[in-house]
């Protein structure tokens, strides 16, 4: 078994912004509801996945997952995987919860969260693979510095993924996938899946997301970046 990696708590500076929208009833039903039978146990002590999920399965955890319906979808197709999505923002958890609900989706647990606290508790090695897709470019060069993607949270990704695990991100903002390309072409650990292209056609498993629809009408390029642990 791989030896554990020290916890280490990243830089306090946030990577997002709480723009909370206003809570249908639906959604604040499946907050009260559903979010205790398809969360994670709170708490702040390491995780079981295989006990959230009452199986052994590859985990695949997507940090900030929007409306949700991208993740549900991946879920549906790839029912032999578990899925974890993390949110900071009520109304998208609720609508996730309701989707899983409706469709009977059993393979996603659900964290309304930061995922720093969430990365903390993730046993080293656990995750098949993390999904950032579409995350807050900060696009103003005085506020780069709150991107997500920075070289000790690629460490801290590389940790919680299991030899030959991918990290796979996307953005529709060219500045910030040059930025995350290079930061994990530096990272220890990690192989770019492009190669020397860099960047990889959008798989067809991964649904367009709504962030990445509304990019695509102003007229925004989209970028996806794989990489693979190699160690």
Known sequence: MEEQAPTRRLRTIRSFVRREGRLTEGQERALSELLPRLGLEPGSGPLDLDAAFGRGAPKILEIGFGNGESLATMAQAHPDWDYIG?????????????RLERDRIGNVRVV?????????????????????????PWHKKRHHKRRLVQPEWAQQI??????????????????????????????EG????????????????R?????????????????????????
């Open 86 to 98: 993390v949110e900071v923002h009520r109304p998208g958890v609720g609508h996730l919860l309701l």
């Open 112 to 136: 309304n969260g930061d995922a720093q606290e969430l990365l903390a508790r993730i046993p080293d090695g656990s995750l098949h693979g993390v999904q950032l897709f579409f995350p807050d």
């Open 158 to 187: 590389r940790h919680k993924l299991a030899v030959g695990g991918f990290l796979h991100m996307a953005t529709d903002w060219e500045n910030y996938a040059e930025h995350m390309r290079a930061v994990l072409d530096a990272a």
């Open 190 to 205: 990690f192989r770019n899946e492009a190669g020397a292209a860099g960047y990889i056609p959008r798989p067809a498993d």
């Open 207 to 231: 649904p367009e997301t709504k962030f990445e629809a509304r990019g695509k009408r102003r007229g925004h390029g989209v970028w996806d970046l794989r990489y693979i642990r190699t160690e």
